[in-house]
């Protein structure tokens, strides 16, 4: 197995490490507060290409929060404990409760991650659908909207 560092790299904490045949490439580093740890990986024989990927989740509380970054497959988010306040640029962020879940659409640039709280931190986990070969996730400049992502 080797170590790929989604979450040092994305959102900074621990790396993830996959089995060796389903390898996702790195995404350039960056620091930030929430957390991901592998829960979960598979390849999808049913949709050649691609694996499942599952990290748990964890959010600091704020003013703590992700960098803007985007994933190259569809996210689906699942709150376990706390509050946490998730969105996609374009539309306002969603208060998503303990067991309440949000879904990211494929390269959507995710630009609210965050705990609700400034006290209390989030959990959850997240499923991710990733082609072969790409980034778990890439920092995105949240500046630049979607023009050259």
Do not use: C
Not at 50 to 59: S, T
Not at 84 to 108: C, I, T
Not at 119 to 147: K, Q, R, S, W
Request: charged share 15%; hydrophobic share 45%.
């Amino acid at each position: 197995m080797r170590p790929i560092p989604f979450a040092a790299t994305v959102l900074g904490a621990a790396a993830l490490t996959l089995p060796a045949q389903a390898q996702p490439a790195v995404a350039p580093a960056a620091t930030a507060p929430t957390a991901s740890t592998p829960m979960f990986s598979a390849e999808l024989p049913d949709v050649p290409g691609k694996q499942m990927v599952v990290v748990k989740l964890a959010f600091p509380p704020s003013p703590s929060k992700a960098p803007p970054h985007k994933h190259p497959g569809s996210v689906w988010v699942y709150i376990t404990q706390g509050e946490a306040r998730l969105g996609v640029e374009g539309q306002p962020p969603k208060l998503v409760k303990a067991g309440e879940s949000w879904f990211e659409p494929m390269g959507a640039i995710h630009d609210v991650s965050e705990s609700a709280s400034s006290t209390e931190p989030a959990y959850g986990f997240a499923m991710m659908l990733v082609p072969d070969d790409a980034p778990l996730a890439t920092v995105v400049d949240a500046h630049a909207g979607h023009a050259g992502h």
